[in-house]
């Protein structure tokens, strides 16, 4: 059996399949204009978060679509305290799993949109965007992200799941972080809840940091949809 899901992502139609009594997704990978994604690094970084516990386990790559096992729960609007500590809880697996790959160069890709978009608007974006990032990027804070983490792409059970990870790369940690933020419209108060429950010891520098990634972080997102649509 075969059905196509109502949430359907920008880069993949997603169906989900059952066979022998078991069920499955299926994303069948779509062109987009400017993102070149790494379906290969896409099933390693998948693979290597599922013995994480923290997302499903992918069984099989093409050139065409990936399967993998389908995870049973729920996408949230509204989180409670809880889940807020769970969601740090999974999000801080992540940020310490290896991966040796390339890192993701979001100074380039606002460079890139400069070629690209020349009207007045995306050119203060962008000018604004490259002046944070230079101010909040440290090498310390470079880890393996997700990159996509909108309420779709988190599945709450007695766990929390992460999907997509097509755009999985190192990258700096409050990226991750600051689209929570965003995402879930956390007040000053849940943005403390997130912190304290994803750093031993939270300084006054990671909300300066966290607040500057969440303008960096919306910039991004809608050079990145006018660029694209």
Request: net charge positive; proline share 1%; with cysteine.
């Amino acid at each position: 059996m075969v059905k196509k899901l109502k949430n359907q992502g920008l880069c993949n139609e997603v169906y989900k399949i059952k066979k022998d009594k078991k069920d499955f997704i299926l994303r069948v990978f779509k062109k987009t204009h400017t993102v070149k994604i790494d379906r290969k690094q896409e099933f390693k970084i998948q693979n290597k978060a599922y013995k994480k516990g923290i997302a499903s386990k992918p069984v099989y790559l093409s050139d065409k679509f990936m399967t993998c096992h389908f995870i049973k729960g729920f996408h949230k609007n509204k989180l409670s305290k809880k889940q807020i500590k769970a969601l740090a809880k999974s999000l801080k697996k992540l940020h310490k799993i290896k991966h040796k790959k390339k890192v993701y160069c979001l100074e380039k890709e606002f460079k890139n949109y400069k070629r690209i978009l020349d009207d007045k608007k995306s050119k203060k974006i962008i000018k604004n965007s490259l002046e944070k990032l230079k101010k909040n990027n440290k090498k310390k804070d470079l880890v393996l992200s997700h990159n996509d983490l909108n309420k779709e792409n988190i599945i709450f059970n007695n766990k929390v799941y992460f999907i997509d990870w097509e755009f999985a790369s190192k990258n700096n940690r409050f990226f991750d972080l600051a689209t929570l933020c965003i995402k879930y419209n956390f007040s000053k108060q849940e943005e403390k809840i997130l912190l304290s429950s994803y750093f031993p010891i939270v300084k006054e520098k990671y909300y300066k940091r966290l607040k500057n990634y969440k303008v960096i972080c919306k910039n991004f997102w809608k050079l990145w949809f006018k660029a694209n649509f």
